[in-house]
């Protein structure tokens, strides 16, 4: 199999030094270098933290608060400032408004 990297052209410079310094071939300092990638990765996806189970009681109240919203009607908010200044002013009261 052949994989195709776009390297920057820095990384290439360094790729090539290295490659230069150690008397090999630039293909070989690269099958090595990914080949060590791969398996750093692989070790630490087996070393990785145990995943934690999902909280169960948390999601039971979630879905609690989701049932007993469930017929309630959607406001946006947009009117909500305006509703509570007038409410304030004394509509909350019976009184008509003066602001």
């Known amino acids: 199999m052949t994989i195709t990297l776009r390297l920057s ?10 490659a230069t ?3 090999q071939d630039i293909d070989v300092v690269a099958n090595h270098l ?3 990638a791969v398996e750093s990765l692989d070790r630490s ?13 948390m999601l ?3 879905s609690k608060i989701a049932e007993s919203h469930k017929d309630r009607p959607f406001t ?3 009117e909500t400032d305006r509703l509570l200044r007038e409410a ?3 509509a909350m009261f019976g009184y008509d408004p003066t602001e």
């Open 88 to 90: 304030r002013a004394g």
């Open 76 to 78: 946006d908010g947009s």
């Open 45 to 57: 996806d087996s070393e990785a933290a145990p995943t934690f189970p999902p909280n169960e009681k």
């Open 34 to 36: 990914f080949q060590k």
């Open 21 to 23: 310094q150690n008397g």
């Open 9 to 18: 052209p820095e990384l290439q410079r360094k790729l090539e030094s290295l």
């Open 60 to 62: 039971a109240i979630l």
